[in-house]
């Protein structure tokens, strides 16, 4: 999972193999991609044996570069543990989030918000961005879980993608699918509004390079509980509660 992450998206690595070109390590999973005429297209799905071909070219790239850009001190650290590469060279340059997440709290348009998807009274738990199993979204589902059993009146209100079966199948063996609203993939600029409606983010991955939903949260003024898992303590660190991510009552004391 490490080694995806960091070669998954090194495009000009995996297009050009241009010795000098500068590779930037990112927290994206998935498929490994590159950049063609027509955009960025897929190369193959990971674990595939030419997703293992493409990671070990895009080593061999990233090997030859002057320098080499991470998105965190995490994410560097995991580049010089898989790769021979001089650590003096490796830089960290942070991802910055946006201006619109820095907009005043809109009292009415965050009540609108909570009529709308029938939250009044409630509070609002926010579980933003993909699916997939280093996200922890079972993990999430079980703390959420614990937080109806103790008779807390919450919602749970899902952005971004949709639940996996498995994930919907403990939806239905929880009896939580009256508790969770799913909005689906929201706007950026809706996205300040959502996170302002909200009463805490909660993020539990095993694994992350950056971790965006975070900073996006607290520039949004939505406290957040993150896992102490990859580079969330880093991005995080004082302004938010920092859990293990399979201490599912540690969680929800957070909460």
Same mark, same amino acid.
């Given at each position: ?19 000098? %070109? ?10 490994? *991609?590159?950049?063609?005429?027509? @955009? ?7 674990? !595939?044996?030419? $997703? ?5 070219? %895009?080593?061999? /790239?990233?090997?030859?570069? =002057?320098?080499?850009? %991470? ?7 995991? &580049?010089?543990?898989? /790769? ?13 989030? #946006? ?10 348009? /965050? ?5 709308? *998807? ?32 103790? #008779? ?7 952005? #971004?993608?949709?639940? !996996? ?18 909005? @689906?993939?929201?706007?950026? =600029? ?12 909660? &993020?539990?991955? *095993?694994?992350?390079?950056? @971790?965006?939903?975070?900073?996006? $949260? ?11 898992? @990859? ?8 302004? #938010? ?12 004391? %957070?909460?």
């Amino acid at each position: 999972n490490s080694l995806q992450s960091l070669t998954d998206q090194a495009h000009e690595a995996l297009r050009g193999g241009d010795p000098q %070109a500068t590779t930037i390590l990112n927290d994206e999973r998935g498929p490994l *991609w590159y950049r063609g005429l027509s @955009g960025v297209e897929p190369v193959a799905a990971p674990g !595939t044996v030419t $997703a293992i071909l493409a990671q070990n070219y %895009a080593l061999q /790239c990233m090997r030859r570069a =002057e320098a080499i850009v %991470a998105i965190s001190q995490f994410s560097k650290e995991e &580049f010089l543990r898989y /790769c021979r590469f001089a650590a003096d060279k490796a830089h960290v340059i942070y991802l910055g989030v #946006g201006d619109i997440f820095f907009q005043q709290k809109d009292q009415e348009a /965050c009540r609108a918000f909570r009529r709308r *998807w029938n939250v009044e009274g409630r509070h609002v738990l926010i579980v933003s961005g993909r699916t997939d199993p280093h996200k922890n979204i079972e993990g999430t589902l079980q703390v959420f879980h614990h937080l109806l059993k103790t #008779g807390l009146p919450v919602t749970l209100v899902k952005i #971004g993608s949709a639940f !996996t079966p498995s994930q919907r199948a403990l939806l239905d063996r929880l009896d939580l699918k009256p508790f969770v609203r799913e909005l @689906g993939m929201v706007a950026k =600029e809706d996205l300040p509004r959502v996170y302002q409606s909200g009463d805490a983010l909660l &993020f539990l991955s *095993w694994y992350e390079g950056f @971790g965006f939903l975070a900073p996006e $949260a607290m520039a949004s003024g939505t406290p957040v509980v993150v896992s102490n898992r @990859g580079s969330l303590p880093e991005i995080v660190g004082e302004a #938010g509660r920092i859990v293990d991510p399979g201490n599912i009552q540690e969680a929800a004391a %957070a909460l």
